[in-house]
T-cell receptor, first 117, second 115 residues
Framework: DTGVSQDPRHKITKRGQNVTFRCDPISEHNRLYWYRQTLGQGPEFLTYFQNEAQLEKSRLLSDRFSAERPKGSFSTLEIQRTEQGDSAMYLC???????????????FGPGTRLTVL | DQQVKQNSPSLSVQEGRISILNCDYT??????FLWYKKYPAEGPTFLISISSIKDKNEDGRFTVFLNKSAKHLSLHIVPSQPGDSAVYFCAASGVLYNQGGKLIFGQGTELSVKP
């Protein structure tokens, strides 16, 4: 099948450690998005890729965060020197969008729950 | 600023009755709206969407209504079933608003359908 998959589903780390999450989008999708969700809130946009190009980053994405999509397929999100405030659900979504086309529907993965102790 | 608002954090409905979830937005540049359903510890699941050129879209038990003049949309679920119990998120985007297509989400409404 295939929907969007994310790995790991859960990650517990100590403050100051680095963590990396992976997202595998739906195979024919050219756009990949990262969102973060904290308790009681809706998901908040972090960044997105069109193929391998990272085209937009939210101001929520501090210097400690970096994302890549090296071959336009899977993506990784790395957080360096984690802080307790980074504890959240990190969601990946993918979609197919044609140039100049209408807004596309994004399909989400199950998320990675990060807990920073 | 909260551009998409869901003012009811929770809603309780009896099985078989109608559930109505509401969402308001402030940015008139939004032209595409979506509803997602989320169970605990899972990612949001797409339910239904509507373009700003329409005022209604229906898919089975789910209907979304859009009132552009009021900047308001609603999701109707008829009949409600216990399996519909989840958190429902409204989201907005648009080609004119931003070419990237990022979604702006509301805070969510937790729906509880009681047998």
């Amino acid at each position: 099948d295939t929907g969007v998959s994310q790995d790991p589903r859960h990650k517990i780390t100590k403050r100051g450690q680095n963590v990396t999450f992976r997202c595998d989008p739906i195979s024919e999708h050219n756009r990949l998005y990262w969102y973060r969700q904290t308790l009681g809130q809706g998901p908040e946009f972090l960044t997105y890729f069109q193929n391998e190009a990272q085209l937009e980053k939210s101001r929520l994405l501090s210097d400690r965060f970096s994302a890549e999509r090296p071959k336009g397929s899977f993506s990784t999100l790395e957080i360096q020197r984690t802080e307790q405030g980074d504890s959240a659900m990190y969601l990946c979504a993918s979609s197919y969008r044609t140039s100049g086309g209408p807004t596309d529907t994004q399909y989400f993965g199950p998320g990675t729950r990060l807990t920073v102790l | 600023d909260q551009q998409v608002k869901q003012n009811s954090p929770s809603l309780s409905v009896q099985e078989g009755r109608i559930s109505i979830l509401n969402c308001d937005y402030t940015n008139s540049m939004f032209d595409y709206f979506l509803w997602y359903k989320k169970y605990p510890a899972e990612g949001p699941t797409f339910l239904i969407s509507i373009s700003s050129i329409k005022d209604k879209n229906e898919d089975g038990r789910f209907t979304v209504f859009l009132n552009k003049s009021a900047k308001h949309l609603s999701l109707h679920i008829v009949p409600s079933q216990p399996g519909d119990s989840a958190v429902y998120f409204c989201a907005a985007s648009g080609v004119l608003y931003n070419q990237g297509g990022k979604l702006i989400f509301g805070q969510g409404t937790e729906l509880s359908v009681k047998p």
